[in-house]
């Protein structure tokens, strides 16, 4: 097989690969906010099986929170947010609360010592 040809499969790969991680994210949202539910249910030829229902939220909420609950929108904001992490230095990642906090007691030990 040629190289180049085995290179770009492997980019492709790679490529599908977090656009999957990204839709697994967002179904996972979905899931800890109750807009997906599972539910079991009985075929006719007596088997059992699990499938996904959307909930919908009512208007009022909708508008309350001005959230779109559509999937496709939901990856694209992901997906721009994990590139504007990615293009941040690393040490603005995370949460700065926490290190500013730490900041603050380490000033405080330092003046409280004699």
Known sequence: ?????LNDLLQSYIK??????????????MKKRRIIRYR???????????EIRVIRKSHRDIQRKNVDHS?????????QKTLEKQAMPHAKR????KSAFQT???ENVVKNQP
């Open 94 to 97: 995370g949460r700065p609360l």
């Open 16 to 29: 599908i690969r977090k656009e999957l991680r990204i839709i697994r994210k967002e179904v996972y949202k």
């Open 40 to 50: 079991t249910v009985q075929r006719k030829n007596g088997v059992e099986s699990r």
């Open 71 to 79: 999937l496709e929108k939901n990856v694209e904001l992901s997906r």
């Open 104 to 106: 603050l007691t380490q």
């Open 1 to 5: 097989m040629d190289i180049s040809l």
